[in-house]
């Protein structure tokens, strides 16, 4: 089992930035790729960004390409998600997932935190 714990959302100003954690702890982290998925009130949950258990593939959805970026710490069990230049359609709950896929796949993740609420205000 791999627990998930989300950390760092918040409301934040159009244009503002933010840092998503996630916390890992139970079986080894690193042998995992690592995505981040949001979902919307009244929309479906998306896929945003994943890492390769190295960090050496990265994958980001087109809608944040260029404004957020995903990284890992392995040695700490934490990933991140940096977003940047935040738009009001950015806010929705967002999850860590972790699971022996590819970077682009959006599906068949294991293991699920339980989310962390992004708000930005216009």
């Known amino acids: 089992q791999v627990q998930l714990v989300e950390s760092g959302g918040g409301l934040v100003q159009a244009g503002g930035s933010l840092r998503l954690s996630c916390a890992a702890s139970g079986r080894t982290f690193s042998y995992y790729t690592m995505g981040w998925f949001r979902q919307a009130p009244g929309k479906e949950r998306e896929s945003v960004a994943a890492?390769?258990?190295?960090?050496?593939?990265?994958y980001y959805a087109d809608s944040v390409k260029g404004r957020f970026t995903i990284s890992r710490d392995n040695a700490k069990n934490t990933g991140y998600l940096q977003l940047n230049s935040l738009k009001p359609e950015d806010t929705a709950i967002y999850y860590c997932a972790a699971g022996r896929v590819a970077v682009t796949t959006k599906e068949d993740y294991r293991y699920w935190g339980q989310g962390t609420q992004v708000t930005v205000s216009s």
């Open positions: 890492i390769s258990w190295n960090g050496g593939s990265t």
